[in-house]
């Protein structure tokens, strides 16, 4: 389980998240929703534990992911395949199957896993070909093979679908419909409503680095034609003066 408990951050004078609280449960796939800087990626680093919360607490199965052992063991971090400061992100000169291997090695991981996320995420075959050479697609399904590397229980993966091509999409459907059905809590930022609506158990809302709703999807559409009139009409009061003009 993630749990981040009443966490502010602060960038400058200014709380991107104020006092928020977010519980990623075992077995449940876990959508992160909100306009753009409303403070999803900032959640996502605060609950590995990239970014230190100026107040509050993280917990990865109970403890503070600044002091697990093994981090990438107990939580596997996927930010986006282009994403600055990813724990995980390759050198553009290694094969994807080198950058695995390093990680493994770096980790004190088996092997044997290398070849085996390789093929879970479909890049068996591009696996000796420089990651300079891959597609945002490639980069991406790279990116979700790190973080599976050590079969963590946990998994926050920051906008996974950018860039997958439709087979690429069905795919990740499935991939991550898996990983919540062995037991695994999974949290995932998305813009995709069809997305959280085939695959999402649990939808949480950021407004202005503040939760305002957090609960089952069947719940947060229960009375709404959809998820994107549901979501609409939770955040239009709160739209900026002047938008829509
Ligand atoms: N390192 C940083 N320093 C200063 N401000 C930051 C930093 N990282 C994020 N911010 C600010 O925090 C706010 C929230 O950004 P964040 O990236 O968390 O939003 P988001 O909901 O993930 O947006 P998007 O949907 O566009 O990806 C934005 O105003 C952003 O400019």
């Known amino acids: 389980m993630i749990a981040v408990t009443d966490a502010t951050v602060r960038f400058g004078g200014t709380p991107v998240l104020d006092r928020v609280s977010l519980r990623v449960r075992d077995g449940r796939l876990t959508y992160l929703l909100g306009r753009n800087g409303a403070g999803k990626s900032t959640l996502l680093r605060t609950a590995c534990g990239i970014l230190r919360p100026t107040s509050g607490t993280v917990a990865i199965d109970g403890t503070d992911p600044r002091r697990l052992g093994r981090p990438a063991a107990s939580i596997g971090v996927h930010l986006g395949a282009d994403a600055a400061g990813s724990p995980t992100g390759p050198n553009p000169n290694h094969t994807g199957r080198r950058h695995l291997r390093w990680l493994s090695v770096a980790g004190g991981f088996d092997d044997a896993r290398v070849t085996t996320v390789l093929r879970r995420v479909g890049l068996a075959d591009a696996a000796d070909r420089r990651v300079a050479d891959y597609s945002l697609g490639m980069r991406q399904r790279l990116g979700i093979a790190a973080a599976l590397l050590p079969d963590p229980p946990n998994l ?25 059905a062995d037991g695994r809590a999974v949290v995932i930022a998305s813009h995709l409503f069809d997305e959280v609506t085939r695959t999402g158990d649990d939808i949480v809302v950021l407004e202005r680095g503040r939760i305002v709703a957090d609960r089952p999807v069947a719940e947060f559409v229960s009375g709404h034609d959809d998820l994107e009139s549901a979501y609409l009409d939770l955040i239009r009061p709160t739209e900026p003066a002047g938008a829509g003009r």
Do not use: H, K, Q
């Open 156 to 180: 926050i993966f920051d906008e996974p679908v950018n860039g997958l091509d439709i087979d690429g999409i069905r795919w990740l459907r499935t991939l991550l419909r898996g990983l919540a």
